[in-house]
């Protein structure tokens, strides 16, 4: 079983950073890939960006291409989305996902992911 935890959400202006973490517990962590999602009222859960467990291979969805950067850190059992550039459309709920042990490679769909955070609120003012 995975425990994911999020936190670094909060308020920011429009051009602003904010720097996302997901704290894992779990002896799994170090052999999954990972994802960030984000979900704003009303509307479905999406894609924002992956990791494959060793950190080498990421992917985007293409509105924050450029703008966000996904890491992680397996010593520490945490993953980070370093946020830049915020746009007011980028306010939602952002929340990490965990793939199941073993699955070590990107994926951008729900269905691939097997645990979830509660999820960390990001509004950005215009």
């Known amino acids: 079983q995975v425990q994911l935890v999020e936190s670094g959400g909060g308020l920011v202006q429009a051009g602003g950073s904010l720097r996302l973490s997901c704290a894992a517990s779990?002896?799994?962590?170090?052999?999954?890939?990972m994802g960030w999602f984000r979900q704003a009222p009303g509307k479905e859960r999406e894609f924002v960006a992956t990791?494959?467990?060793?950190?080498?291979?990421?992917d985007y969805a293409d509105s924050v291409k450029g703008r966000f950067t996904i890491s992680r850190d397996n010593a520490k059992n945490t993953m980070y989305l370093q946020m830049n550039s915020l746009r007011p459309e980028d306010t939602a709920v952002y929340i990490c996902?965990?793939?199941?042990?073993?699955?070590?490679?990107?994926?951008?769909?729900?269905?691939?992911?097997?645990?979830w955070g509660q999820g960390t609120q990001v509004t950005v003012s215009s």
């Open positions: 779990g002896r799994t962590f170090s052999r999954t890939a």
């Open positions: 990791i494959s467990w060793s950190g080498g291979d990421t």
């Open positions: 996902a965990c793939r199941r042990p073993y699955e070590t490679t990107c994926a951008s769909y729900t269905r691939a992911y097997a645990y």
